[in-house]
């Protein structure tokens, strides 16, 4: 029997890998809707809202590599549309499935709901093109094409794609055929010359480190980024976005560069070296410690995932992976080479009566980490906190550094959860992040996945104290609620929930999480002005974060 438009589609996805597609349904998507949660391949996560739907969708790609969202039109994907450009800026291929009117609807310019009442019907579609790396309206004609291209595209760039379907065109069946388009290929002769290039400025550099980024990790290159590592002895260390891209307990890791703000045995070895290899490295403000680096870019490589550029010069029409299997080749062991050692963030300090504070929170957190973890870190304090941590093996560190939208955590969180239940999910939020997505706890009961979550309350918008020019303006502070009681009103019956105020009552919560097989959910209370000592330094460097 011959595929619908969206019986293909949906195969495909679910070739990639996706086994849930999350949304919130609408009239103009019920067809896609209905087809998804009669697909045997694929379940239906319903989501509270579509922003957190596609925040969901967001932390799945993380894990799995790919995603995908389904909203309804103008409304459902206007709420997405933050959650995407988060997964454009952070590299990761999000599918937006978005339900049109039908085809005779659009044709009379009729005046329907969920418009602007002008008779436009591709408004936003082409609102959408500025955050996706491709996109299209799906027909029966270009249904296997257009799959086919925005796949191929999706993957290459590892970014979000849009895909727009009218009502009346979904369930007819596909015309033509297709195969998967392979991705490209690098120029044999570039490839050479980039190869040679970097190979010759390692060898002459008397002292050189690797800065591997996050693309690595979303384009699924760990095991090569890995071999490079190994067969070149370089030291490396990784910036605030690319937190955990490889094992930090590899004997290699040297730790966390962040520019002038923190550790200045990294910082020193770093700026010191002749050549900085740095393989999707984004020298960002906060990559940059509020652009303190100091990093002479003559002598700086950097490996991104369609060209390489060698000091000044750039060799183009080249593939990262390409690059990273013929270095692991041809790259000479460096065994005179030797950076600083990473040291963690050391014991928790302070007596167990004692509130809670900075020097301990974040220590007795790095201590909680098992091997394997996923660990979500949400803008502001929470991921600038345990940014130096020393993470267990196989475990994950995710934020959102560089679009940096808060509330994303919390939805993110239960995506990762979903992609990976086998493993343990663990959520570190402030709690004025939270609010702003905190209905999506009561998916992970519904789920049944058994997150830990943490959630620090330092009654207001910490980040944003620190920041602005007076810490005290009232619209840094948020409404009081009762975060203990959140979990069993969102139907999340067997947690367990905590409220700790000092160093013993956290411990004690701890031990109650280590011995439970269960949901958590911890509110860590604290004074205002508890901060870890990055977003002190944050705080100090405001002149150059905001005046580069």
């Not at 379940?43 to 799995?64: H, Q």
């Not at 997405?80 to 590299?91: L, M, T, V």
């Not at 974040?362 to 130096?388: C, H, M, W």
């Not at 959102?400 to 959520?427: D, H, N, Y």
Request: charged share 20%; net charge negative.
């Amino acid at each position: 029997m011959q595929q619908s438009v969206i019986q293909y589609v949906l195969s495909r996805l679910h070739q990639l890998g996706i086994t849930d597609i999350f949304g919130v349904p609408g009239d103009y998507a019920f067809p896609i809707n209905d087809a998804i949660c009669e697909d045997k391949n694929l379940r239906w996560v319903g989501s509270s809202n579509e922003l957190n739907a596609a925040y969901s969708a967001d932390g799945y790609a993380r894990i799995k590599g790919v995603a995908a969202v389904n909203t309804t039109y103008a409304v459902g994907e206007l709420s997405a549309i933050n959650a995407i450009a988060g997964a454009y800026a952070e590299h990761l291929p999000v599918f937006l499935l978005v339900g049109m009117p039908n085809m005779t609807t659009q044709r009379k310019r009729a005046l329907v709901h969920h418009t602007l009442g002008n008779g436009e019907f591709d408004l936003f579609y082409r609102m959408a093109e500025p955050v996706m790396c491709a996109r299209a309206i799906i027909t029966p004609e270009n249904c296997v094409a257009e799959t086919e291209r925005l796949i191929a595209t999706a993957l290459y760039q590892r970014r979000p794609v849009y895909m727009a379907f009218p009502a009346d065109y979904v369930d007819r069946p596909v015309l033509g055929t297709a195969t998967p388009l392979p991705p490209p290929q690098s120029d044999a002769s570039v490839l050479d010359a980039a190869v040679n290039a970097i190979v010759e400025m390692v060898t002459k550099a008397k002292t050189a480190c690797i800065l591997p980024g996050f693309f690595v990790a979303r384009a699924n290159l760990r095991n090569e980024m890995m071999a490079v590592v190994d067969a070149s002895g370089l030291p490396f260390a990784t910036m605030f976005s690319d937190k955990s891209t490889l094992d930090e307990t590899h004997q290699s890791y040297i730790g966390m560069y962040d520019g002038q703000l923190m550790d200045p045995e990294v910082r020193a070895f770093v700026e010191g070296c002749d050549c900085i290899l740095g393989v999707g490295a984004l020298l960002t403000d906060f990559n940059t410690g509020a652009f303190t680096a100091r990093i002479d870019r003559s002598k700086c490589i950097n490996i991104l995932y369609d060209h390489v550029r060698v000091g000044n010069a750039i060799h183009d029409n080249i593939r990262i992976k390409d690059v990273l299997q013929e270095l692991a080749k041809r790259l000479p062991k460096r065994s005179d080479i030797k950076g600083p050692t990473v040291s963690g963030l050391g014991e928790p300090q302070g007596k167990k009566d004692a509130k809670i504070t900075a020097e301990y929170l974040y220590p007795r957190l790095e201590q909680f980490l098992k091997p394997n973890d996923i660990l979500i870190a949400e803008t502001g304090t929470p991921s600038v906190g345990l940014a130096f941590a020393r993470m267990p093996s196989g475990s994950v560190f995710h934020n959102q550094a560089l679009w940096g939208s808060i509330g994303w955590a919390t939805p993110a969180a239960f995506g990762a959860a979903l992609a990976a239940p086998q493993r343990r999910t663990v959520l570190i939020t402030g709690e004025g992040s939270h609010q702003m997505t905190a209905q999506e706890v009561g998916q992970f009961s519904r789920y049944g996945v058994k997150p830990v979550i943490f959630v620090l309350n330092n009654h207001g918008y910490l980040i944003e104290r620190l920041l602005c020019k007076n810490g005290e303006m009232e619209y840094n502070d948020v409404a009081s609620w009762n975060y203990q009681q959140l979990p069993a009103a969102l139907g999340c019956d067997n947690w367990f929930t905590a409220r700790v105020t000092t160093y013993g009552e956290l411990d004690q919560a701890i031990g109650h999480v280590e011995e439970r097989d269960t949901g958590a959910y911890i509110e860590v209370i604290t004074d205002k002005y508890v901060a870890p000592p990055v977003a002190v330094k944050l705080h100090e460097a405001r002149g150059t974060l905001y005046m580069h």
